[in-house]
């Protein structure tokens, strides 16, 4: 099982869904990536280049200077 990125660790503990978001945590991440990254292209489909690399850097898309 992979470590899940801090973003979402965080986020599955204030929504409550558990106390060990290890458990399922390959696919909260899969799921948490896909919203960042349509997010990230609802930006640039609006020319908005800064919110879509705002969003990539946060939720780990990409790393800064990239």
Avoid: W
Wanted: hydrophobic share 40%; with cysteine.
């Amino acid at each position: 099982m992979s470590k899940m990125k801090q973003p979402y660790f965080d986020i599955a503990l204030q929504v409550g869904g558990s106390h060990y978001p290890e458990v399922g945590g390959d696919l909260l991440q899969k799921f948490g990536d896909t919203v960042a990254k349509e997010c990230a292209k609802i930006a640039r489909e609006n020319s908005d280049m800064t919110t879509a690399k705002a969003i990539e850097l946060r939720f780990g898309i990409i790393r800064d200077g990239v």
